[in-house]
Nanobody
Framework: QLQLVESGGGLVQFGGSLRLSCAASGRTSPNYAIGWFRQAPGKEREGVSCIANSASSTNYADAVKGRFTISRDNAKNTVTLQMNSLKPEDTGIYYC????????????????WGQGTQVTVSS
């Protein structure tokens, strides 16, 4: 089993920044694609960003494009989501997830999930 643990969430002011980390352990592999998802209270979970083994293979939701940056360090089994210019609508629980694929997509099935980390952006 692959284990994923998120960290870096917190309370931030409008326009501020946060850096989320996803640490993988267990049956890790550079062939896993990693995605970040978020869920606001009473809302459906939505894809935020994902990254494949190649750093050039990334996807972003339109709502975060230009503000968020995803990266990975396979040697450390870590994926990072740098979030800048945060807005109140970015508030939610952020999850990282993994799927065994060489490309990433936000609509793909992700069988491995972390427990999530709370991000709150004040108005």
């Amino acid at each position: 089993q692959l284990q994923l643990v998120e960290s870096g969430g917190g309370l931030v002011q409008f326009g501020g920044s946060l850096r989320l980390s996803c640490a993988a352990s267990g049956r890790t592999s550079p062939n896993y694609a990693i995605g970040w998802f978020r869920q606001a209270p009473g809302k459906e979970r939505e894809g935020v960003s994902c990254i494949a083994n190649s750093a050039s293979s990334t996807n972003y939701a339109d709502a975060v494009k230009g503000r968020f940056t995803i990266s990975r360090d396979n040697a450390k089994n870590t994926v990072t989501l740098q979030m800048n210019s945060l807005k109140p609508e970015d508030t939610g629980i952020y999850y990282c997830a993994a799927t065994y694929a060489n490309v990433c997509g936000l609509r793909a099935r992700y069988p491995f999930w972390g427990q999530g980390t709370q991000v709150t952006v004040s108005s």
